[in-house]
């Protein structure tokens, strides 16, 4: 039961039209998440990983491939059918102001589900809301004041609080931190932490910053351009980062001894609108080949539970 | 709240005080007076020939006469003083072009009309202008959002007199049932108000538009789909109530907007509005009219926007909690 | 669909029809006239409503525009001619009941003429009782010295200031009305109001919204009512009369050349289509300014010549006006406008204008000032005034500007003095068919200024203004002064033929016999025509009306078209 996977995503793209320009903002994206666990999801602003996320909650539709739900392929389920599944899997925005209604108290925006999936009676549903506050570490007699009242990080624990409500085994927080003080962000993970302890929850924590899903993650992906081009457990990508864009990133993160970065990450990322022939990376990577423009490099397993896409690790 | 509000109309009066000076040094530095432009008219209507140099000269003998009539011949800081006082008791005096009628007659005659008209064509494009806004904005970049964006184009455009003349050959021509002109009916309020909604449901339907996408673009929205709630539990329960905040901004403006500027849809159908005195105020240098024109203009200017931010404080909780 | 749709529309016009029929009361409604006060005193648009029916002077005109006895039941005119006596006739009465007196007369005239009142309406009659304009000018202030006498209840005594036979056709003007006493003092203001006004014409004022329409009801008083048909006269006072007309909501309405392509391509609208000459000429004149080019007689003469009139009244006005060669109308008597002598000195003759302007020392225009037309909004799209720019420029080869200003600002502009020539546009009317109604004594002596050379008109200027000044800060001696230094400009530098007109006017004034009064006018009219330059008369407009077929309603040519009087409307 712990091992299992609880969500699987595979071959997943996604385009929008921008004009007459087509944006490939995911492209062939494959990872697997287990129950209780957590993944890590890093890469530059623009990479996709936000698409990644309204895929998987079905905010918006895919344009191939498939979302595996606790067994179930939620990818194309009508919104009748998906109802049960959103009751089971919520998201933590980034900024958590515009997250809350501002017309709305508290209160009612955590209820709001209940009443959504019609639980308990009144008595019942103003108590679990005192519950899940006092939960994330809001005082429960504020239920009635409105979302402008509080802090950015009382904000967030309150979008954390509507997110665990209805009992929801996958959470995914896409960039939490990103709009709060440092100070207040080691509490939200702090909180995000107990939280998985304590109701076991599976996360897909997104993130630009690596330093960030360090602490969480049990495993990480990293995209590029729309693309995944690792894959792996946390202590191997510490450890043994293998493609050169997350050898650059890990560069860019902060140890705690000051150490030189070895790589500098050179020029801005291509535009999703045409990107590159061959490796999406090919234009900045330091180790670029012929082969690196001409073919596409795919995900492959180099060392266990260890993926890469990059035709000269592969080699 | 009370508090807030003594203070606003504090402020209403003495901005209309200081509007009321200006206004009144630079009405009385414009060139040309009242007088003048009988003299103007008389001589239209009998020599005319423009040889008449010597009969306008007499015709000024008048002029001190009528100073004194209209107590213009005293200092200019005196004539002041008298509008302030005349405006306090209401008590204004007869205007120059309709010497007959007092402003406070013509102001309490034509201003529930122009009032009414004007709430009725708001009231008439919230009604149509918000759902076609809102269909617009959920039906994003289909044909019904560009022929709303189209519509909006075009009743913003088109001029109020272009939209009078077509409702008139709408409804008295090609299905004859409404009268063109005339007043004192509850149909002849019906053209009037038709052709004076035009331009609002344009701007409130454009409004609505992209203030709703707006709101729908909002994470909160996001995540109340995420919830699994309805497109009615989304669309009514979340983004209407915050895209309609904005809107009532450009109420306050856009009624005080058709209550003082519909002189041509009040001639056209004959609605005894205020539009007909005051657009001819300035026109005949109709001083004590000009006067009551800029004090009508900037009360009901300042008056709807007090009532908006009313609204605004009932309606936002962002403005009406303060911060704990 | 649309078969459907006419059908629909034909049976609700027939029924509004059939319905109209089934109602005894006769309806006139029309539009075209305008106002804001019913207040007499007031010079502005509705005192011609009063004349049209609401108000009746001790004489009236009848349907033809004679004069004939209105409340006056007879009349005597003294040898000398300055004397009118006028009896009332007992069974006038105002539209309450009450009787009409003589001392309605003498109150109601010296109402409208008191400078206290109303803003004085200044033409006609009124001005010929001895101390009128004075009184009226507020140099004297004593009611009493003005000739008016009331000798009876009926009877009422008029003294002029000389001999004046145009005086009995004026009393039909509404400066000379009676006004209803008792309800002016009772109710001050109020007494102008609907329901309130006591008149003593065939119509009384049931129902006004200003800016939207009057209502006017048979006054059941009236001494001829039963010769008054219409029950009922609504004027409407704004929409658009055309849409109106065709929708059947006015019986009568004014039309411009714009509509009438519309009109004649229309068999319904083409015969209810009335054209009627108009006693008002469109013309320009000088303002103030000083240039020789315009002192010279060969360059006043070229730039008349240049105006191709015939064209401008076939293309701009559609066959709605005729060319002007005399700033009075040919429907005044006495009127020179048709003399052949006249026309042929001013006919357009492009050829001749150059030749003319070439003499003068401006060939192909070269050298020739820039003129400037100082017009207001109100006629920035008269075509009328672009057609004249492009006639000069195209024939003479001068160039025209055009300075459009606010109208209050052009009234004062326009009696400033400019530094280039300048021209401004505007329209003569006149108001009743006697050849004083144009050349009244003001007129001649204007013409005496008109006739000054530019720089002389100038100074002239220059002098009334140091003279006003000289008012303003009580110099009562300077300012005598310079009054004698202005007449001084005006009588010894004008030339003869001005001086010639104004004798000419001055001996018509005296003169009681009609054969002879008549040819002394034609006689100052000629020279006027011939001589005077500093107006160039254009073209002479003429009245479009449309009447609904089942109405008969008689037109005043000299009341900008207006009907004579709704008393004299038949239905058909
Ligand atoms: N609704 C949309 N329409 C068009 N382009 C979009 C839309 N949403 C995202 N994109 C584009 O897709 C790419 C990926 O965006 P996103 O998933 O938000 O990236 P990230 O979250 O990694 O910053 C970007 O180039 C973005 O501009
Ligand atoms: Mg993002």
């Avoid at chain 2, 203009?297 to 007090?306: H, S, V």
């Avoid at chain 3, 001790?58 to 039941?73: R, S, T």
């Avoid at chain 3, 064209?311 to 005399?326: D, H, N, T």
């Avoid at chain 3, 720019?389 to 600002?409: F, H, P, R």
């Amino acid at each position: 039961m712990e091992d299992k996977i609880l969500i699987s995503v595979k071959n997943l793209k996604k385009y929008f039209s921008r004009g007459k320009d087509i944006v490939h903002a995911v492209e062939d994206v494959s990872f697997n998440i287990r129950r209780g666990e957590t993944l890590g999801l890093v890469g530059e602003s623009g990479s996709g990983k936000s698409t990644v996320a309204r895929l998987i909650i079905r905010l918006i539709d895919t344009d191939g491939g498939n979302i595996i739900f606790d067994g179930v392929d939620i990818t194309t389920l009508s919104e009748k059918a998906l109802k049960p599944f959103r009751r089971r899997m919520q998201i933590v925005f980034q900024d958590p102001a515009s997250s809350l209604n501002p017309q709305m108290t508290v209160g009612t925006i955590i209820k709001e589900q209940f009443l959504i999936h019609k639980l308990g009676t009144k008595q019942e549903q103003e108590k679990w809301v005192e519950e899940l506050l006092e939960k994330v570490g809001i005082d429960p007699s504020f239920k009635d004041a409105y979302p402008h009242e509080f802090s950015g990080g009382q904000q967030q624990r309150i979008c954390i609080a509507r997110a665990i409500a209805l009992r929801s085994e996958f959470i995914i927080c896409d960039e939490p931190l990103s709009s709060l003080d440092v100070s207040i962000q080691a509490q939200i993970i702090k909180l995000l932490e107990d939280l998985q302890k304590e109701l076991g929850l599976t996360y897909l924590f997104i993130s630009h910053d690596l330093a960030v899903v360090k602490h969480l993650s049990d495993s990480i992906a990293v995209m590029y351009l729309g693309k995944l081009v690792e894959f792996s457990n946390k202590k191997d990508l510490f450890s043994n980062p293998l493609h050169p864009y997350t050898i650059t990133l890990l560069s860019s993160v902060p140890t705690i001894k000051g150490e030189e970065k070895e790589v500098e990450l050179k020029g801005e990322p291509p535009s999703p609108i045409n990107p590159p022939e061959g490796c999406p990376f090919n234009p900045r990577c330091p180790k670029k080949e012929d082969i690196c423009e001409r073919e596409t490099p795919i995900l492959e397993e180099i060392c266990e539970g260890h993926f890469v896409a990059c035709h000269i690790v592969q080699r | 709240m009370t508090q807030y509000i003594i203070k606003r109309i504090g402020w209403i009066i003495f901005n209309l005080l200081v509007l009321s000076l200006i206004a009144f040094i630079l009405i009385k530095n414009v060139p040309g007076s009242f007088l003048e432009l009988q003299i103007l008219i008389g001589q239209a209507g009998t020599m005319g020939t423009g040889l008449t140099i010597s009969e306008v000269e007499k015709v000024r003998g008048v002029e001190t006469e009528m100073m004194k009539r209209w107590g213009e011949d005293v200092p200019l800081w005196q004539q002041y003083l008298t509008f302030i006082k005349g405006l306090v008791t209401l008590d204004m005096g007869p205007s120059f072009r309709w010497p007959t009628q007092t402003i406070e007659e013509i102001i309490a005659n034509t201003f529930p009309v122009s009032f009414t008209i004007a709430i009725l064509a708001v009231t008439i494009a919230i009604i149509i202008g918000i759902p076609l806004g809102v269909l617009a904005a959920l039906k994003q970049n289909s044909w019904i959002d560009y022929l709303v964006s189209a519509l909006v184009m075009v009743v913003s455009a088109i001029p109020n007199y272009v939209m009078a003349v077509f409702v008139i050959f709408l409804f008295s021509f090609w299905i004859p049932i409404l009268p063109t002109y005339g007043w004192g009916q509850p149909k002849n309020y019906i053209l009037p108000v038709l052709a004076m909604s035009f331009g609002p449901i344009g701007s409130i339907a454009g409004y609505m538009r992209t203030s709703l996408l707006d709101a729908l673009k909002q994470d909160y929205i996001r995540t109340a789909w995420a919830k699994g709630g309805t497109e009615r539990h989304v669309i009514f329960g979340h983004a209407m109530k915050n895209s309609l905040i904005p809107l009532v901004t450009i109420l306050g403006p856009m009624i005080s907007h058709l209550i003082l500027g519909t002189v041509f849809v009040e001639g056209m159908f004959g609605v005894p509005g205020m539009g007909q005195y005051f657009s001819q105020a300035a026109g005949s240098r109709d001083y004590p009219l000009m006067m009551a024109q800029t004090v009508i203009f900037g009360l009901i200017l300042m008056i709807m926007n007090l009532i908006v931010d009313i609204i605004y404080f009932f309606l936002d909780p962002r403005i009406r909690v303060s911060r704990r | 669909m649309r078969r459907f749709l006419t059908i629909i529309l034909s049976l609700v016009i027939l029924s509004s029809t059939f319905l109209g029929t089934a109602y005894a009361e006769k309806v006139f409604r029309w539009s075209g006239s305008w106002g804001n006060t019913w207040d007499l005193s007031f010079h502005q648009g509705f005192i011609w409503v009063h004349m049209m029916g609401l108000t009746e002077g001790l004489i009236k005109w009848d349907k033809d525009m004679n004069p004939v006895k209105g409340m006056a039941e007879s009349y005597t005119i003294s040898k000398d001619g300055t004397v009118y006596t006028f009896k009332i006739r007992k069974d006038a009465k105002w539209s309450n009941g009450d009787k009409v007196t003589a001392y309605d007369f003498e109150y109601g005239i010296k109402y409208i003429l008191s400078p206290k009142n109303g803003r004085g309406s200044f033409f006609g009659g009124a001005w010929y009782i001895k101390n009128a304009k004075d009184y009226a000018n507020a140099v004297i202030s004593d009611p009493n010295q003005v000739g008016i006498k009331v000798l009876d209840e009926y009877t009422i005594q008029f003294t002029l200031d000389g001999p004046h036979p145009d005086f009995l056709t004026t009393c039909a003007l509404p400066t000379l009305y009676p006004m209803h006493r008792t309800s002016i003092e009772k109710l001050g203001n109020k007494a102008f109001d609907a329901g309130n006004l006591v008149t003593n014409g065939p119509y009384k004022l049931v129902g006004y919204t200003p800016n939207v329409e009057y209502i006017l009801e048979k006054n059941p008083y009236y001494y001829d009512a039963d010769k008054v048909e219409v029950d009922k006269i609504v004027g409407k006072l704004g929409g658009d009369p055309f849409l109106m007309y065709r929708r059947n909501e006015v019986d009568l309405i004014n039309v411009g050349a714009a509509q009438l392509p519309v009109i004649e391509k229309d068999p319904i609208l083409k015969k209810e289509l009335i054209t009627f000459p108009q006693s008002t000429v469109n013309l320009m004149y000088f303002s103030y300014f000083e240039h020789p080019a315009f002192d010279d007689r060969r360059v006043l003469t070229a730039l008349q010549k240049a105006i191709d009139k015939e064209k401008i009244c076939k293309f701009v006005y559609r066959g709605l006006a005729k060319p002007a060669y005399s700033v009075v109308t040919d429907l005044i008597p006495g009127s020179t406008a048709n003399d052949p002598e006249v026309v042929e000195k001013f006919r357009f003759d492009p050829e001749a204008a150059r030749k003319l302007l070439a003499e003068a020392g401006y060939p192909g225009g070269k050298g020739f000032p820039t003129v400037h037309f100082l017009i207001h909004s109100g006629q920035a799209n008269d075509p009328l005034i672009l057609a004249v720019k492009s006639e000069w420029e195209k024939n003479l080869g001068i160039k025209v500007i055009i300075d459009n200003y606010e109208q209050g600002v052009w009234s004062v502009k326009r009696f400033e003095i400019q530094s280039e020539p300048t021209f401004t546009f505007s329209g003569a009317s006149y108001l009743y068919p006697d050849p004083a109604a144009p050349l009244t004594l003001n007129y001649a002596e204007g013409c005496l200024v008109a006739s000054l050379k530019t720089k002389d008109l100038v100074e002239k200027v220059r002098l009334e203004k140091e003279q006003t000044e000289a008012l303003k800060a009580g110099d009562e001696k300077k300012a005598s002064e310079l009054a004698k230094r202005i007449h001084n400009i005006i009588y010894t530098r004008s030339t003869p033929e001005a001086r010639k007109i104004l004798s000419l006017v001055q001996q018509a004034q005296r003169t009681t016999d009609p054969k002879k009064r008549l040819e002394l006018y034609r006689q100052a009219n000629k020279i006027r025509d011939i001589n005077m330059y500093s107006s160039f008369p254009l073209v002479q407009p003429m009245s479009a009306r449309l009447v609904k077929s089942n109405f008969e309603v008689p037109f005043n040519k000299y009341l900008v078209g207006f009907p004579v009087g709704f008393a004299y409307i038949r239905t058909k």
